[in-house]
DNA sequence: GCACAATAGTTACATCTGAAACCAATCTGG
DNA sequence: CCAGATTGGTTTCAGATGTAACTATTGTGC
């Protein structure tokens, strides 16, 4: 007889319902923000580290954010031709380029931040105090496990 | 003076968090069957709900798996093209066209769902029985209420 | 002090994706 | 019936993404 460890139930498979549920969240996040600001995913990823970060490497912004060197180049490509985001040669080391936000971009991150915070709290507005603090440590702690997993093969 | 609530800590973010953890999820189960089989994340998927709930038409797929309609007729043509899926058309509706696995879709389906399910247990790893129905059920409900807030706007 | 490896970042190419237009078959109202 | 709306599905085109190649600069071993 067939195992019953063999049969595949999409609807519970956990990597299978994280990812419609991440997918569900980014959309609805990034709904209220295309609209008035006509940022991509990234380049309001990008802000928003420089936001909290500046100044930056291009490739600390991905350390952070955890894009590749190319998506975070091309998003600083796209905000800087916007006049969001400004970037000076770091003397030291002329590879690098140190970035931050412009006087229009922390005007941009200033706006987007508390929507970002209210559709946050919208969404844990589904959860009590005590179940908020469980879901973000089991969370955490799968992360950090699917890294080790990752790492080890 | 500046409120906390203005301060967006992305390292603790959601909608954050949930992204990092899923994409990260479903690149090291995609590395499983990416290389032996050569699937792409939508033609696996397509092929998990075949295994399970076949025959469908394509609109059914796209509802099980949230697929857009676009996304699986590409999935479905590569699979066609490969023979891993069977087409017969509705006779009492010739739009439609049923959808199923093949004797050889089967076979990859069958070689899958084990590594599927192994992958899963190992990530489940990280939480004892007691996290993991926590985890599950805290996850369940905010992907419903994600869901009506998107509706509601 | 110089060849060679390593690092920061950009460019090029091929693939993937999504929105909208499109085709074909079926349903609906008069 | 039969014109127009609806539905199932594919194609098209434009934008996004990933891999690999590339440029420029800095670090390293001899």
């Given at each position: 007889m067939p195992s019953p460890s063999q049969v595949l139930e999409l609807e519970k498979f956990l990597p299978y319902r994280l990812s419609i549920l991440a997918q569900l969240v980014s959309e609805s996040l990034h709904d209220l923000y295309a609209g008035p600001f006509d940022l991509a995913v990234t380049e309001w990823r990008v802000i928003a580290a420089l936001g909290r970060?500046?100044?930056?490497?291009a490739s600390e912004v991905g350390q952070r954010i955890v894009m590749d060197k190319v998506a975070v180049s091309r998003a600083v490509a796209g905000l800087l031709k916007r006049g969001l985001v400004e970037r000076a040669a770091d003397r030291a080391d002329r590879r690098r380029a140190l970035l931050r936000l412009s006087p229009r971009g922390r005007s941009v991150h200033a706006r987007i931040v508390p929507l970002a915070l209210q559709y946050e709290a919208r969404l844990y507005a589904a959860l009590n105090a005590e179940e908020r603090r469980q879901f973000d440590a089991l969370s955490d702690r799968l992360f950090i496990h699917a890294q080790s997993l990752r790492r080890s093969g």
């Open positions: 970060f500046a100044p930056l490497t």
